[in-house]
Nanobody
Framework: VQLQASGGGTVQAGGSPTLSCSFSEPTFRSYVMGWFRQPPGKDREFVAAVSWNGGRTIYADSVKGRFTISRNIPENTVYLQLNNLKAEDTATYYC??????????????????????WGQGTLVTVSS
C-alpha cells in the first residue's frame, strides 16, 4: 500500500477530526497531494490539494473555510483538518496523488479516473 489514510469515524455535527495520509514512496514528495471524497450513492469529488512543499493549497467551494490541508514533508504525511462538520460531509475520504495532478487538473472533470495512486479510504460519518 503506497498511501495509507486514517482518522475517520463517527463525529458529531460541528466536530473537527483530522485525517492523515502517510506514504512511503519517496517520489511522492515532489507531487501535489490531494484529498477526495465519495458520499454514499454519489460520485467521488475533489476536496483539497496541497503543493509539494506545502506552500500552496486549493479547496472545493463546499469545504473552503472549513477544511485545511497540510503536509509534513519529513514525515511523508498529508493531513486534512475538517472543521464545523455538516451532515453533507459524510463520505469516504481518499488521499491520492499522481505526477499529472496539479492545481488545474485537480478541479477538472473526471480527475479521479486519471490518478494512479490512491489510499484505501477512510469513512467519516457526521451524526446530528
Amino acid at each position: 500500500v503506497q498511501l495509507q489514510a486514517s482518522g475517520g469515524g463517527t463525529v458529531q455535527a460541528g466536530g473537527s477530526p483530522t485525517l492523515s495520509c502517510s506514504f512511503s514512496e519517496p517520489t511522492f514528495r515532489s507531487y501535489v497531494m490531494g484529498w477526495f471524497r465519495q458520499p454514499p450513492g454519489k460520485d467521488r469529488e475533489f476536496v483539497a490539494a496541497v503543493s509539494w512543499n506545502g506552500g500552496r493549497t486549493i479547496y472545493a467551494d463546499s469545504v473552503k473555510g472549513r477544511f485545511t490541508i497540510s503536509r509534513n514533508i519529513p514525515e511523508n504525511t498529508v493531513y486534512l483538518q475538517l472543521n464545523n462538520l455538516k451532515a453533507e460531509d459524510t463520505a469516504t475520504y481518499y488521499c491520492a496523488t499522481d505526477p499529472w495532478l496539479n492545481f488545474t487538473s485537480a478541479r477538472s472533470m473526471g480527475v479521479s479516473d486519471r490518478l494512479h495512486y490512491w489510499g484505501q479510504g477512510t469513512l467519516v460519518t457526521v451524526s446530528s
